[in-house]
């Protein structure tokens, strides 16, 4: 069975349509009712001015010049980013080797000195010579 709505809206449309399922259509209750509605909508499209004001346009400019402004920073603002984290990187490597080789060190205990300056009561220095009683 044919759908008379869509055999009477495609004959209000301009398109072909089989004369025996338009006779059918037209017979059936309300089908006149239809085509005045089909017709009124027709009518009120065409003369509706539904087109967005001159504001509209203007705004809509508006934003899509900030949104271009924005995207043209966004590398710089990646940029900055990526350095910012690759300096905390390197800090943090730079800590985390420091403690590694202060941890080391400490475990081993103070450096033994190698040569010991004595002052004497001039104001004067002389050297004193290791012996194994003062290392520790």
Do not use: C, K, N
Not at 5 to 15: I, K, T
Request: charged share 25%; glycine share 6%; proline share 7%.
């Amino acid at each position: 069975m044919i759908d008379s709505d869509f055999v009477l809206s495609s004959f209000a449309d301009g398109e072909p349509v089989d004369p025996a399922a338009l006779e059918d259509a037209l017979r059936r209750r309300g089908a006149v009712e239809f085509l005045v509605d089909l017709a009124r909508l027709r009518q009120r499209l065409r003369t509706s001015s539904d087109l967005p004001s001159q504001r509209f346009y203007t705004d809509w400019q508006r934003r899509q010049d900030a949104y271009a402004l924005a995207r043209q920073h966004w590398p710089l603002v990646a940029r900055a980013g990526l350095l910012a984290a690759s300096l905390v990187a390197a800090m943090m490597g730079g800590v985390w080797i420091g403690g590694a080789s202060r941890a080391d060190s400490v475990a081993d205990g103070p450096p033994v000195p190698s040569r010991v300056i004595q002052l004497t009561a001039d104001h004067g220095w002389q050297p004193v010579e290791m012996s194994e009683s003062r290392q520790p």
